[in-house]
Each structure stands twice: as structure tokens, then as C-alpha cells.
């Protein structure tokens, strides 16, 4: 399966993704420049995190009308899948592509730290390799992580099974104390509603690899190579 | 219109005047007057320190860029690799505005590192504030500080998207109205990739390229170069803005036209701007370089040849292009959005020469104007040891309280706050998180991993600059060793005072000493570094503080070791003796409020033994865990081992000690000394391997799962809850800058 990795200016987890992906047997990624119009021959597409354009404005303000974003939103409406991490969730959120937004951490620092996620739903393509109920081990790293959605967004992404992936704790409860950005119902990751497309803000190329402490990630990209 | 006022206020002598009319054959015009005046700053001249410089061990078989060549020196980690790395300080700027001077310390020396043709792969940082407790004006003065030094280098280094993966920040009322901000940065390169900063090939043209120039920071190095006062808010204009987008397209557009071959030479704009670049080129190239002015992307209109030469705009390089690739060059920079222009050209003169359209607004021979400033060797006062410790003068501490108070010093209480605030996992080299006793980083790239590490005690050079200082390169070494790592090179930031003062100037010299000294004992040669003087505020000089960031290289992952306990039963290992000196310890300052006393002494040939033994020992895979032991002593040591893991573990153990006072078992800083863990199956065998080979060891205790540190020595015998240790030592600093 070939991923697409896409390369905003300021993105910066452009080649952690690469080289994460890289190393998972049956998957190859490469770059796609922001200006590229043309996303034929990949299967997948990864919107990486950074600080596209600066983040000036509003974070992924300005990516989502950049060129190749046209393309990924064709690539999406036809089915295929697209997962955007961190900036790049920012950007699907920016895009329309997903609901919400993600605002200022609650605490007002940029939090980088080890945090636990529950796995909500395993019958997902970004998540069938794990398990409902699993607790995943993955690295967050950002400022603006905060997801915000009205009630009405948020009763449609619980009946419809869209949240994939909550903070919680070592047990697995989905605690306040647990809620390291103050996103709402302890969000960390959702799906769309055709559910092809999924934004987390957690860093899942961070954690495929022991001897960064967790190979938890994999768990995602395993899912979305599995289908 | 050159008045002696005008002069003056330019921070020329009256000799150094007679010296640039020397050089150019007539009196200096008003824009030429300024341009000497920031490239005879100390910030770029390192007119007060460089006789003091030469002394620094800078050769090495390792070394294949030496230290003061270019921006950065390169140090040779093998299979054709190499890393280039460097400590800069913005201490001026930061006391004025902490988040834009930090943000763009760690933009500036990031563009030392990819100016070289490295990428740049990770951060560190070395701070210093005043006092943060307390609610007297001064105490919360600190903590703005403090916070905003830790939120500008989050921004930049975050958004640009390097990790800042380890560092140290100590507290202490000498930094009151000067903190410090030393910003370490490391890439790497291949042997073949390695840029220079030369203005070579007549004819080729020269390009700017990277942000357009405005009026901030208008003679920076300057300012950078004077004692804080309380008119130096004044100064605020002398603070550059920093934009980490634009850098990261800088640095992405700079390493991908090193790698196109279309350069002949790169140099960022740092101190002193397009002044800097342009002479320093000329002068490695053994060249002239003419630019115009007009052609400089500005951002704002009527700006005079003498701000667009002084100004320190962030996010700006220099480049000499070999002629005929200026269309590929071109493209690159559009590829990434960069305004950019031809600006210039290389000529064979020897001048430094700055047009205005038609009319020349400078010309000064330029390896005279960059290479030539005035050196100096400033009086310095006679040394004075420091008073012996009378511990007769000195109550032994309660001492089950003394080690709460000790772990809720904000100089010894665990920095999460901080560190969590930078991005330290992208990249995914992070193997070994902040907090403990080095970072440990795999360079993907290369497939390397290093351990690196930043130190200064300033108590003890405060006490005896020449001990601190060696002690500051010993302690990063040995923080590597505890790794698994064997240093490789270092680089320094000296931060002293006024050189004019006598006392300072003794201080500098001493410690330069000292450190040389110890860098050939460790085999650690200087690969460049910072200078940063007239650390002062109203209340008079900082604390002498000569840091040292140090690299290591781990030969196996294998070989990883963190200072936390790892598991219920393992035998714990002090090597090295107890030690007894308690002068200039944090027991002293923490508790008795003083900073009394010599520091310890270094015995260099127990320190070494120490090292090797402790890296034989991981590379056998005998050690668990490792930590050094430094502020606080023994106690403080084994408390961070039991609770900087990822869950608490208990420790019971029994320091052999013939002290009638337990203050000095548990507290005193005696160097050359390493806490380890091992498996009791390899206890035995660990100590016959130290005995072996002469290095003093003894079996103090084990680890378990309970919730308590137990100690005892001296005839008494303490237990600490490890719940009320953690809550003290790791929520101090959130509790004070959150509260």
C-alpha cells in the first residue's frame, strides 16, 4: 500500500511519518509537495503535523486552500482513506472534511507528553487492528489540541460511532485528570461519517519503534493497511 | 558629524579610533563608524576573551572542522558522518523581552548549524533566573521571565520542528535582572557535505536570501555587549522578532541548495547582520565583497545604509553563488517562497564595500575589520582561595526535613513543567526522555545515537572559578558516561561579568583555565562555543557560570542506561567514595542560606577510573540503572533514582560513613562518585570488577517496591515517604508558575 505523505511549508512530521511507514512491511510512503495537483498512484493519504503555513491565522487555516488540498478532498469523496495527525487533523477539521475544531489547550501550554487512549471502536479502517476497549500508548505534542464541538455534532459522533479514540488513564476511564488539552467528552481521534476519513491528535509515527517506548502506533497504520 | 559623544556612544575608545583611522587611511563616515562599532563588539570580536580562547584544546582526531573556523565545529562520528554543534547565549535580550530574545536565541543558533550544511536534529538549553518564590516584586519579575524564556523557545523550537530534548535550569538570586539563556543546537552531515562560509570565486554573485530587513534589533551585538541597567528597557528596539516559519523554509530551502553544489559559500546573518556576513566572508575567502544596499529586501521604506547594515532581522543568509547556477538557486528559493536577491558580488580588492545605488556608503579593507579588532588582556585581580568550611560554625540540619527542602528547590525539583512544554519526540530520536542525567537522541539520518548533556555548577565557581570549571566538563562527562556514551567534544558558553573589573576578569581567566585543562584530561576538545560578558544588573555580576554542552556516542542501543531504579531487588551500588565536602554544596544554600567554602575537589585519574568503570559495566549489560551523583549529594541522588522512573520504587540503604553528623554523609558533594543498580545474581561479580581495577565501590542498600526511601548512616535512620518526596520534588515549579 502507498502512502502519501503530504509536505506543507512548516510542516515537520513529514519525515517521521515517512520513515515510520517506511519501516512497516507492505507499506511505502513518499512526499507530495502542497503545490502537486495529482495524488494518482497512492493509496492512502497522511497529512502529517508541524505548523503548516505558521499556523498563522488559525492553525491549518491557510492549508486548506492550498492546491493539493482540492485533490485530497476528491481523494476522500471517492473513498479513499485519508488520516490526518496532529496539524494535519487540524487541517481536516479546517477542510470540512471532519467535524469541530481544535482550540488552545485548556492549560495554555503546548503539553508534549506520553498519553493513554482508549480505543472506542475497533470496527473502523483505522482501527481494526486493535481491539474495543484496547488502551493504546501514544506520544500528544501540541498547543491547540483542544477539541471543540457543539452538542448537537457531538450526539451525531457518538451515534454514529464516529470517536475512535479517547484520553483516559491506566484503567482505561476516560477522566478529567486524564484530559490532557480539555477536548470535550475527552476526544482524541475521530472518524468521518462515510468513515474514511480520521483525524488524531495524537502522534501515532511517534510510537512504532521500542526503543521510543511504545509501538502502539502501529496499531493504526496496521488498520489502515489491513483495510 | 563624528563627534567624540557620537564615538562614545558607539562604544569606541578613543584608541580603538585612532586604530580604524589607521586602517582606512581617514576618518570613518558615520555608517562606517557603526559598522566597526558592532564588529569590535565583545559579542563578535571576542576582543576581552580571545587570548583567554586560545587556550582551549580545539585539535582532535575527531575533529574535522576546528573551533572559530566557521559557524560551527564539526566533529567526525564515523561511517562518514558528522555532527556539527554549538551553545549560543541571549541573555541580554532576554531580560528585555524573554519570549522574542529566547525565540530567536535558539532561531540563531539553529542557523549556525545549517549554515554549516547540517541538519539540525535536536535542542537543548542552559537557563538561569533569579529567585521564583516568594511574592515580592522581584520574585514574580523572575517568574515572568522564566516563563517567557521557556514559552519563546517552545514556540520556535516546537513549530520549526526540532526537539529540545534536554537542558538545565538552576535558580539563583545572582541572575536577579540577568537571567541566562545559553541555547545549545546539534546536526548532522556527511564528511562530503560540509559548507564553508567563504566568499570564494571572483565574480560570483552574492544573494540574500530569507527575510526581509527592518529596523529591529538594530545593533544587537552591541547591546549584547554592555551591563543591563535600568534604562536598558530602552534598549527594546535591540530584540529581534523571530519567525520560526520563515526559518524552517530557510532551512529547508539553505540544505536542499547545499546539496544542489550551486553554492560556493553560505553565512547566516546573525550578530551584526549583513555587516558581519558580508566581511566575514571576504575575509575566509581571502576576497572583497561589494553589495547594494538598494537591492536588500526591506521591510519598511527610507531605511539608511547604516540600519540596513546593523540591523538583526531574524531568518537571513548570505550565499555566494557559483556563476551560471543563479536560475537553479533562483528556483529553489521560489520553490519555497523565500524573497530573495542578487545583491552583490565577489571581487579580489579586500574590500568590504557597500554601495547606495551609485554612491559608496562603505569600504573597509575587510580581514582588518573581521579579523583585526583590538585584543585585550584585562587587568585581573589576585586570586584569593576561598575560606575553608568551619563546620564547627555550621548546626548540623534537621535532617529529615533538609531533604524535602532540598528536592523543593527550584534548582533541584524535577522540570517537567518546562520540558513538557517542548516538543522533545519529533523527529523520533528521543530514546531516553528529559530528566534524567543526559539526553540520549538516535539520529535517524545516521543511524547513530548520542548522549548529550549541559552543565555548570555556579556555586562552586562562584567559590573557585578554576575548580567549577573543571568540575562543569567532569560532570558532563560523567552524566554521559552514566548513559552508556563516551564524550566525544564539547562546546561552552562562558557567562561572567564586567572584564573592565578586575574580580570578573579573574573569574574568566581562571575558569578558561580550568576548563582547558579538563577538556584534555577527558579528551573532550572545544568545538566552539559563546562568550558572553557584562552579565550584570544593579546589584552587581552573576554568579561566574561556564557551561558546557557536551556530546557522547552510544556504540549499541543495547547500551542505554537511564538513572531511575528499574526493579523490586536489585542491589545498589555506590561507586566512588562517601565523600565528606560539603563546601559550596545546595545543602548549604538550601538549608544554612550560604555559599561558603571550596568546592570538592577533582582528583582527575579517580574520575576517569569512575567513568571507564561505570561504561564497562553497561557495556557488559551488568548496570540497570545509573545516575550521578551532584546537587544535594547522596540522598537527593537516590531519592531522583526512586522517583523519576515511571512509577515510584522504594530504596533501603545504609551509607558506611565514620561522620558523627548525618548532614554530611547525605548531602556532600564529593565528585567522582555514580549510583548504580544491578541484579543481585550480579551484584558480586560487579564488585570484584571495581575492586579489580582499583576503584573504590561499596553495596549500600537494594531497591523494593515499597513506598519508602530508608537510609541510615551515622548512627541515625531516616524514612521517607516516596509519595511526599514525589509531590515536593515533582509539583514545586507547576505550584509556583501556575498558582
Not at chain 2, 536565541?105 to 541538519?119: C, H, K, L
Not at chain 2, 537591492?295 to 557559483?322: C, D, F, H
Not at chain 2, 582561595?385 to 527550584?410: F, K, V
Not at chain 2, 540520549?440 to 547513530?448: H, L, T, Y
Request: proline share 6%; hydrophobic share 40%.
Amino acid at each position: 500500500m502507498k502512502f502519501a505523505v503530504l509536505r506543507f511549508p512548516g510542516s515537520n512530521c513529514d519525515q517521521d511519518c515517512i520513515h515510520a511507514l517506511n519501516a512497516i512491511p507492505g507499506a511505502s510512503a513518499d512526499y507530495v509537495w502542497h503545490k502537486d495537483t495529482s495524488l494518482a498512484g497512492f493509496d492512502a493519504v497522511v497529512v502529517p503535523g508541524g505548523f503548516s503555513y505558521g499556523d498563522y491565522l488559525r492553525c491549518g487555516a491557510i492549508a486548506r486552500f492550498s492546491p493539493v488540498m482540492k485533490s485530497v478532498k476528491e481523494f476522500a469523496n471517492a473513498g479513499g482513506p485519508v488520516i490526518g495527525i496532529c496539524n494535519g487533523f487540524q487541517i481536516l477539521c479546517e477542510s470540512g472534511l471532519l467535524p469541530g475544531a481544535l482550540v488552545r489547550n485548556r492549560g495554555l501550554h503546548f503539553v508534549c507528553e506520553h498519553v493513554n487512549l482508549r480505543v472506542e471502536q475497533h470496527d473502523s479502517r483505522f482501527t481494526n487492528a486493535a481491539w474495543t476497549g484496547q488502551i493504546l500508548n501514544i506520544p500528544i505534542a501540541h498547543g491547540e489540541g483542544c477539541y471543540f464541538a457543539e452538542d448537537e455534532t457531538l450526539e451525531r459522533l457518538r451515534i454514529n460511532g464516529q470517536v475512535l479514540l479517547r484520553y483516559c488513564d491506566e484503567q482505561g476511564r476516560a477522566a478529567d485528570e486524564a484530559n490532557p488539552n480539555g477536548s470535550r467528552e475527552n476526544i482524541a481521534g475521530i472518524r468521518n461519517e462515510a468513515g474514511n476519513v480520521f483525524g488524531l491528535m495524537p502522534h501515532p509515527e511517534r510510537a512504532c519503534d521500542p526503543l521510543l517506548g511504545s509501538t502502539d502506533g502501529l496499531h493504526i497504520f496496521k488498520s489502515i493497511l489491513k483495510g | 558629524m563624528i563627534t567624540p559623544d557620537v564615538i562614545a556612544k558607539h562604544g569606541i575608545t578613543p584608541e580603538e579610533y585612532e586604530r580604524i583611522r589607521e586602517i582606512l587611511g581617514r576618518d570613518p563616515n558615520f555608517t562606517e563608524l557603526g559598522v566597526f562599532s558592532v564588529m569590535w563588539s565583545e559579542h563578535c570580536s571576542y576582543k576581552n576573551s580571545k587570548l583567554e580562547l586560545k587556550k582551549f584544546p580545539t585539535t582532535g582526531p575527531r575533529v574535522l572542522v576546528k573551533a572559530g573556523e566557521e559557524n560551527a565545529g564539526v566533529i567526525d562520528i564515523g561511517d562518514g558522518w558528522a555532527i556539527a554543534f554549538k551553545m549560543e547565549s541571549h541573555n541580554h535580550p532576554s531580560a528585555v523581552e524573554p519570549f522574542q530574545g529566547a525565540a530567536t536565541g535558539v532561531g540563531g543558533i539553529i542557523r549556525d548549524i545549517f549554515t554549516m550544511g547540517a541538519r539540525p536534529v535536536f535542542s537543548m538549553n542552559s537557563l538561569r533566573f533569579g529567585d521564583i518564590r516568594g511574592d515580592s516584586a522581584e520574585a514574580r519579575t523572575n517568574r515572568r521571565l522564566f516563563a517567557g524564556v521557556v514559552a519563546g523557545i517552545s514556540h520556535y523550537g516546537n513549530c520549526i520542528g526540532i526537539p529540545t530534548i534536554g537542558g538545565e535550569v538552576y535558580f539563583d538570586d545572582s541572575y536577579a535582572g540577568n537571567p541566562l539563556v545559553n541555547v545549545f543546537c546539534l546536526g548532522v552531515l556527511r564528511h562530503d557535505q560540509i559548507a564553508r562560509g567563504g566568499a570564494v570565486g571572483i565574480g560570483n554573485p552574492v544573494f540574500y536570501v530569507g527575510a526581509e530587513t527592518g529596523r529591529d534589533g538594530l545593533a544587537g551585538a552591541a547591546f549584547a555587549s554592555r551591563e543591563l541597567t535600568e534604562e536598558s528597557k530602552e534598549d527594546r528596539p535591540a530584540v529581534q522578532v523571530g519567525d520560526p516559519f520563515r526559518e524552517k523554509l530557510l532551512l529547508e530551502a539553505c540544505l536542499e541548495l547545499l546539496a544542489s553544489g550551486c553554492a560556493a559559500g553560505i553565512q547566516d546573518m546573525g550578530a551584526a547582520g549583513l555587516t558581519c556576513s558580508t566581511c566575514e566572508t571576504a575575509s575566509r575567502g581571502g576576497t572583497g565583497v561589494e553589495i547594494d544596499v538598494n537591492l536588500v529586501p526591506k521591510r519598511e521604506a527610507g531605511m539608511t545604509p547604516y540600519e540596513i547594515l546593523l540591523s538583526e532581522s531574524q531568518e537571513r543568509m548570505l550565499v555566494i553563488v557559483n556563476k551560471g547556477e543563479e536560475d537553479k538557486v533562483r528556483a529553489i528559493f521560489e520553490k519555497w517562497d523565500l524573497p530573495y536577491a542578487e545583491v552583490g558580488v565577489v571581487n579580489d580588492d579586500g574590500m568590504m564595500r557597500v554601495r547606495e545605488g551609485d554612491s559608496t556608503a562603505v569600504e573597509i579593507p575587510a580581514r582588518k575589520l573581521a579579523d583585526d579588532a583590538p585584543l585585550y588582556s584585562r587587568e585581573a585581580a589576585e586570586k584569593r582561595p576561598p575560606a575553608p568550611l568551619d563546620l564547627a560554625q555550621i548546626p548540623e540540619a534537621d535532617c529529615l526535613a533538609a531533604l524535602p527542602t532540598l528536592l523543593s528547590h527550584p534548582s533541584i525539583a524535577s522540570k517537567r513543567w518546562v520540558w513538557r512544554q517542548y516538543d522533545h519526540m519529533v523527529r523520533l530520536g528521543a530514546t531516553v526522555l528529559p530528566g534524567s542525567d543526559a539526553a540520549v537522541f538516535i539520529v535517524r539520518e545516521a543511524n547513530k545515537i548520542l548522549a548529550a548533556s549541559t552543565d555548570c555548577n555556579a556555586i562552586y565557581c562562584r567559590q573557585d572559578p578554576r575548580e567549577g570549571a573543571k568540575i562543569a566538563v567532569a560532570e558532563a562527562a560523567r552524566n554521559i558516561a552514566c548513559t552508556g556514551a563516551v564524550p566525544l567534544a564539547l562546546t561552552d558558553n562562558l557567562n561572567f561579568g564586567n572584564p573592565h573589573k578586575p574580580e570578573n576578569f579573574l573569574q574568566l581567566r581562571e575558569a578558561v583555565e580550568g576548563m582547558a585543562e579538563a577538556c584534555r584530561k577527558f579528551d573532550t576538545p572545544v568545538t566552539g562555543g559563546n562568550v558572553s560578558l557584562y552579565n550584570e544588573s544593579p546589584a552587581g555580576a552573576i554568579d561566574p557560570t561556564p557551561t558546557v554542552g557536551m556530546v557522547g556516542i552510544v556504540e549499541d542501543p543495547k547500551h542505554i542506561t537511564t538513572q531511575f531504579f528499574k526493579a523490586d531487588g536489585d542491589v545498589i551500588i555506590l561507586i566512588g567514595e562517601p565523600g565528606d565536602e560539603l563546601g559550596a554544596s545546595h545543602y548549604l544554600l538550601a538549608i544554612h542560606g550560604l555559599k561558603a567554602g571550596p568546592p570538592p575537589r577533582l582528583d582527575y585519574d579517580r574520575e576517569l577510573a569512575v567513568q571507564n568503570a561505570v561504561r564497562s559495566l553497561i557495556r557488559m549489560e551488568l548496570v540497570a540503572s545509573a545516575h550521578d551523583c551532584a546537587e544535594g549529594g547522596l540522598a537527593v541522588t537516590l531519592a531522583e533514582s526512586c522517583m523519576s522512573g515511571e512509577k515510584n520504587l522504594g530504596a533501603c540503604v545504609e551509607i558506611p560513613s565514620g561522620a558523627t553528623r548525618a548532614d554530611i554523609p547525605l548531602f556532600n558533594e564529593s565528585q567522582s562518585r555514580i549510583v548504580i543498580s544491578v541484579k543481585p545474581a550480579e551484584a558480586a561479580g560487579v564488585l570484584s570488577f571495581l575492586a579489580e581495577r582499583g576503584v573504590p565501590a561499596s553495596q549500600v542498600g537494594t531497591v523494593n517496591c515499597g513506598n519508602n526511601l530508608d537510609i541510615s548512616t551515622a548512627g541515625k535512620s531516616f524514612s521517607w515517604p516516596l509519595d511526599e518526596l514525589g509531590e515536593t520534588w515533582g509539583s514545586t515549579i507547576s505550584r509556583l508558575m501556575e498558582d
